[in-house]
């Protein structure tokens, strides 16, 4: 019989996209109706007392930075409460035994937690759109950040799962690092209305990039150059993936 490598790689990746799909109430149903909440009050209070782009009004504004919230959260949260779940229950030892690199068990995670934030991300935007009509000014910008977005979350949440040995310090981590990694982005407004110490320290926040990205996309405006903010993302990306990559070729704290 001809080998087939890449048969782990893709049980693997089916596996994780049927853990989030058969309870998708719980992850793509909730996340969604969450971002609906954020959407209906922060607009009804502050529609007409915050002014950020010109010719854009703040609910149109605020809906791609609650998309790229839903995308980044989603994504860091499928494949840490995959590996916890899997080293609490025991299980991991099926998921290492099977003869996969660590390419592609870095690959399987990280691509399933990727699916799950842009599916979550697209509801998002398709619910808001009762409320608010989206622009596209840039296509392919919207698609680049929200792939560079959720895969480096997707990462980050790889590294959270390999790290962590209970659910409370995926908890912290997503509590202490992750939340307010995100609020401080600009979801719900431009650095540019902060004073200038502010602005220096959102521009330190490589989420900050991945919001004001994804919106360029939207309206063809931003508060930094897209480029600018696509090369810090790039950046971002290959500083995890090599954290990433290196924890599962040394197998730490999962074969030892």
Known sequence: MRPQPMRGFLTLFRKEL??????????????????????????????????????????????????????????????????????????????????????????????????????????????????????????????????????????????????AEKFDQIAAFQNFIIMPATFLSGVFYSVRSLPQFWQSVSHLNPFFYMVDGFRYGFFGASDVPPLISLGVVLGALALVSALALHMLRSGYKLRH
């Open 18 to 163: 049927l853990r989030f799909y058969k309870v998708s109430v719980q992850t793509v149903g909730a996340p969604i109706l969450t971002s609906l909440l954020y959407l209906m009050i922060f607009s009804h209070v502050l529609e007409d007392r915050v002014q950020v782009f010109d010719r854009v009004g703040y609910t149109s504004f605020l809906v791609p930075g609650l998309v790229m919230m839903s995308v980044l959260q989603n994504a860091f949260a499928n494949s840490s409460s995959s590996l916890i779940q899997s080293k609490i229950t025991g299980n991991m030892v099926f998921v290492l035994l099977p003869p996969l690199s660590h390419r592609q068990l870095f690959a399987a995670y990280v691509l399933a937690a990727m699916v799950r934030g842009l599916v979550v991300g697209l509801g998002v935007l398709l619910v808001t759109a009762w409320f608010v009509r989206p622009d596209f000014a840039h296509p392919l910008w919207i698609l680049a950040f929200a792939v560079l977005g959720s895969a480096i979350l997707g990462t980050m949440g790889l590294i959270a799962g390999i790290w």
